[in-house]
């Protein structure tokens, strides 16, 4: 169907900037199909090649697709209006379960440190954060000889696919998978290549067909997976290390959940010649502590903190310093595994409870559980009326199956019996029988 808004503009910067407002003010939504190149040219009196570079600087910026005989249409997730700040209108009587957040009762307190003046041309990581990186990575199979610093997991993964592809490479990607990398990769200009994953991580097949088609990168969640909570297994690292060998391709592992994601790290850090390993403070010590630690190859590493001169120039080590003295504090990390501890049994419980009432539920390790459904809509509205909220799946999927990602943070053992009462009377449907 045509669209109905009218797009404008003599040159190619004006006419992308005129579609990008249509879809910020909501009026060219997801999936909406721009005009053919020339009916647009026609209709704004310009040359066929100024709405072509419309388009593709559209393209570049992550607001539209083209996907040939569909033309070009605004992205399902376009960078303008990122899928996860497309928050649910969750009303007042609904406990909201749909977050991703950790519980802010169990993170730790944060003092204010104080530390040396740190003055333009000194080093950009504190020695002691340096340090402590170093000894924790090493101590979980992940070289650390080159290190940087980065302002959380997806600034790390952006300077590092930054630093090493062009728009246009193709990104193997976990489906269902982080919204935030997906809307990322857009906005690079990079195409996802979805890659399946089941409870102990990404499917070799799957990642052998992606190497296969070309992928220039592959992302891989070591464990809390958003949105499954798969975490990469032993057996299966030995498997993907096995595809990954020597390969050219640029491996990016997001660890964001290492202090609470209840299972041990498996790393595939180094198989490849060019690495990055990346473990954000976010979701055991609060998001507010903007920092992770970014080990990698020289050449990458140099390659994202070079860039990083250019821009912020460094993290704080205001944060840096706050970040240490937590790791160093004996409460901070009787917290942190009191909040291990919680997370899982909310996890455990649900997924048990679930599979009580006959429902499939996936939920490993980290903050959440996953659960096949087999119509999104109808679940969700169920589980409304029922007075729980769950985030939809069809924020997460590139092809994967339907789902519902329920965040099992601030459940209290009192809430999961009837939280998996309405999950099973969702998943049936209206007028079904057991599952």
């Not at 393209?59 to 605004?74: C, H, K, P, Y």
């Not at 240490?324 to 004996?330: G, I, K, M, P, Q």
Request: hydrophobic share 45%; charged share 20%; with cysteine.
């Amino acid at each position: 169907m045509a669209v109905q808004y009218r797009i404008s503009g003599e040159g190619a910067e004006a006419i992308a900037a005129s579609v990008e407002e249509g879809i910020a003010d909501g009026a060219l939504a997801p999936g909406a199909a721009l005009p053919p190149i020339r009916g647009l040219a026609q209709q704004l009196g310009v040359n066929p090649n100024t709405v072509a570079a419309a388009y593709r600087l559209l393209r570049d910026r992550g607001a539209v697709e083209s996907s040939g005989r569909r033309g070009t249409r605004v992205r399902d997730r376009p960078a303008t209006t990122p899928r996860s700040l497309r928050g649910l209108a969750v009303p007042p009587n609904v406990r909201d379960l749909s977050t991703g957040n950790p519980n802010p009762a169990l993170l730790p307190v944060i003092a204010a440190v104080p530390g040396p003046v740190v003055l333009y041309g000194d080093p950009p990581i504190a020695p002691a954060l340096a340090e402590h990186a170093a000894s924790e990575l090493a101590a979980d199979g992940v070289p650390a000889d080159h290190l940087a610093v980065t302002s959380g997991a997806l600034d790390g993964i952006e300077r590092v696919l930054s630093a090493q592809l062009r728009p246009g490479d193709r990104v193997a990607v976990e489906d269902p998978g982080w919204p935030n990398l997906l809307d990322l990769l857009g906005a690079l200009g990079l195409t996802p290549e979805p890659v399946g994953v089941d409870d102990d991580g990404p499917l070799p097949a799957d990642l052998a067909r992606a190497l296969r088609r070309g992928v220039r990168a592959v992302v891989v969640t070591s464990r809390a997976q958003n949105p499954t909570g798969a975490a990469v297994s032993a057996e299966r690292a030995n498997v993907l290390r096995g595809l990954l060998d020597e390969s050219e391709v640029l491996l990016i592992e997001d660890d964001h959940g290492a202090a609470i994601a209840g299972v041990p790290l498996h790393p595939l850090a180094g198989v490849t010649r060019r690495w990055a390993f990346v473990r954000s403070a976010a979701k055991a010590y609060g998001p507010d502590l903007r920092l992770a630690v970014l080990a990698g190859d020289q050449r990458t590493v140099e390659r994202v903190q070079g860039r990083q001169r250019l821009g912020p120039g460094w993290v704080s080590h205001l944060l840096q310093n706050v970040a240490v003295e937590l790791w160093d504090d004996a409460a901070a990390a009787r917290r942190v595994a009191d909040a291990e501890a919680a997370y899982r049994a909310a996890r455990v419980g649900l997924c048990t409870a679930l599979a009580d009432r006959g429902v499939v539920a996936h939920g490993r390790s980290g903050l959440n559980v996953w659960i096949p459904v087999s119509d999104e809509a109808v679940a969700m509205t169920a589980l409304f009326a029922a007075g729980w909220a769950a985030a939809p799946g069809a924020r997460f999927r590139i092809r994967g199956t339907p789902g519902l990602r329920v965040t099992i943070a601030e459940l209290a053992p009192a809430d999961v019996g009837p939280l998996a009462d309405a999950i099973a009377a969702a998943v049936r449907g209206p007028g079904r029988g057991s599952v």
